[in-house]
Each structure stands twice: as C-alpha cells, then as structure tokens.
T-cell receptor, first 114, second 112 residues
C-alpha cells in the first residue's frame, strides 16, 4: 500500500525558534497534501491544503505567516512553524492524496516547544 | 470547524462484546470514512462508504450510512483488547479537493 513518511517523528525546540517538518509520499505522487494538528485527547483539525507548485490554502483561523507550507515536488511537502511558542506544541500529521482520491496519512510529528 | 460529532466520547466494553460508535454531520457529503488511531500514533484507514451506499462490511467492521439523518455508525463485532484505540469518522464534501473533516472521535477501551 501507499506509504507516507514524516520527519522528524518528534522534536523539541526552544520558544522563538523555527521548526521544519517534512512529509513525503514514498511510492506515489501527490499533487495535494494536507496538514492537520491534533492536541491531546482531541480530534484532528485541518490546518491547510498543500498544492504542488502553488500556494497552500489555509483553513480559517490558521495563520499562514506562522505556518509556512511549501510543496515543491510531487512527493514532498514541508510545514515550517515559525517563531514557535509553547502553545504550538502539538501532534502534526500530514496526509497525501493519491490519484485514486484515497488519502494516506503519515505517522505524525510530535512538537514540544519549551 | 468540525463537520462531525461522535458519540459516545468514550466507550468501555469487555472483550467479545460488540462496540457501536455513531457519527453525525451537518452538510451533504461525497463520502464518509472511518479511521482508527492508537495513542500517539498515526491514523489507519478502516473503511469508506459513499453517499449512495447504505451499508458496508469489512471483516468484523460494519458501517452504515443514513444520508437523510446525516449520520453513520461503526459496529465492531466480537471486540478484542487490540481494538482499544480512538475511532474517528471523517467526511469528504463535494468539490472540496478531497479534504477530510474529522469528527470528535470515540475512545474505545476493550478490557480483556
């Protein structure tokens, strides 16, 4: 089956620094990838839709200047949390949309901002 | 905003019993999907049911969809301790590029 990887799987950073998370579709091409955030004991909240070769589409309430998304190739999307603060600590999950319109999820990245 | 609401929020049963989780949504959908998530892990796709389908089976899983009531249910039969996880429904709307909107989830605990 289709595999999506995320790197890193977990990261700890200091307040004010930026963190980049990578999402890769390993055995298929994805023109569209999605980024979700999940707080403990809560559901996944869609943050943005990442489109290869064009700007990402952000959901209402998500700051595009804080969560920079780049989808430079058909197999890679990156999410950069800029000037991270403790309230940005969360579990970030990406998914990639295959040509069959099935969505495949990465294993997630746990971000802790101290 | 969340499209779906699930109930119960938490469910605790004994191994061998059946578990039923319900999901309601607000607007017309293209399809509805159920996912499973073990604590701190990624999501596992369980089953997809299209808006023109009423029931679907996959192993011990049975999903129903009632578009008139805008609701779906997931039944896990003969539960096992390994079924302990959080279960989420997610809807796909028409003309939204395939994005998923997740429900609040049901935390299932199956006691051996």
């Amino acid at each position: 089956g289709a595999v999506v990887s995320q790197h890193p799987s977990w990261v700890i950073c200091k307040s004010g620094t930026s963190v980049k998370i990578e999402c890769r579709s390993l055995d298929f091409q994805a023109t569209t990838m999605f980024w979700y955030r999940q707080f403990p004991k809560q559901s996944l909240m869609l943050m943005a839709t990442s489109n290869e070769g064009s700007k990402a589409t952000y959901e209402q309430g998500v700051e595009k200047d804080k969560f920079l998304i780049n989808h430079a190739s058909l197999t890679l999307s990156t999410l950069t949390v800029t000037s991270a603060h403790p309230e940005d600590s969360s579990f970030y999950i990406c998914s990639a949309l295959a040509e069959t319109y099935e969505q495949y999820f990465g294993p997630g990245t746990r971000l802790t901002v101290t | 905003s969340q499209q779906g609401e699930e109930d119960p929020q938490a469910l605790s049963i004994q191994e061998g019993e059946n578990a039923t989780m319900n999901c309601s949504y607000k607007t017309s959908i293209n399809n509805l999907q159920w996912y499973r998530q073990n604590s701190g892990r990624g999501l596992v796709h369980l089953i997809l049911i299209r808006s023109n389908e009423r029931e679907k089976h996959s192993g011990r899983l049975r999903v129903t969809l009632d578009t008139s009531k805008k609701s779906s249910s997931l039944l896990i039969t003969a539960s096992r301790a390994a079924d302990t996880a959080s279960y989420f429904c997610a809807t796909v709307l028409d003309n939204q590029g395939g994005k998923l909107i997740f429900g609040q989830g049901t935390e299932l605990s199956v006691k051996p």
